[in-house]
C-alpha cells in the first residue's frame, strides 16, 4: 500500500509540476524573449512564480492537506525548502548553460532538463516532510 500511495503521488506531483513548470517557462521565455534578459538572470523570477503554483498545486492536490490549521507551518517550511532549492536551481542552471555556447540557444531544454532533476532527487522527498500529515491520538 505504501508503494502505491507513494506512486500517486509521485504522478500527482508530477500533475502539478507540469503547471508549474508551464508557469516557469512561459515567464522565462517572456523576460529573456520581451525584456531582453539573460536566461540566468530571468530564471530567478520564474522559479519563484513557478514556486507559488507548485505549492498551490501541492497543498491542495498531492497531498491534499486542505485545512488552514496547517498553511502556516506548510506555508514557512515550503519556503525554507524553495529558498534552497531556487538556490540549487539556478546554480546548477547557470553551470548548465555555461556548458556549451550551443546551451545557450536551447535555453529552455536546458532548464526542462535542471528543474526536472532537482525535482526528482531534492524536491520530492523533501515536500514529504512539508506536507506531513499530522497524526492522529489513538481514541483510547
Do not use: C
Amino acid at each position: 500500500m505504501m508503494i502505491r500511495e507513494t506512486l500517486l503521488r509521485l504522478v500527482r506531483s508530477g500533475a502539478a509540476g507540469i503547471l508549474a513548470t508551464a508557469t516557469d517557462i512561459g515567464v522565462l521565455s517572456a523576460l529573456v524573449s520581451f525584456f531582453g534578459l539573460s536566461a540566468a538572470v530571468a530564471g530567478i523570477p520564474s522559479l519563484i512564480l513557478g514556486s507559488i503554483v507548485m505549492f498551490v498545486g501541492h497543498k491542495y492536490f498531492v497531498f491534499e492537506t486542505r485545512t488552514a490549521s496547517t498553511l502556516g507551518r506548510e506555508t514557512v517550511l515550503y519556503a525554507i525548502v524553495q529558498v534552497v532549492g531556487i538556490v540549487i536551481t539556478s546554480y546548477l542552471y547557470k553551470v548548465a548553460l555555461g556548458l556549451s555556447p550551443l546551451f545557450a540557444h536551447y535555453y529552455v531544454v536546458v532548464r526542462l532538463v535542471v528543474n526536472n532533476l532537482v525535482w526528482l532527487f531534492y524536491f520530492f522527498p523533501l515536500w514529504h516532510f512539508v506536507f506531513k500529515q499530522p497524526t492522529k491520538a489513538p481514541l483510547l
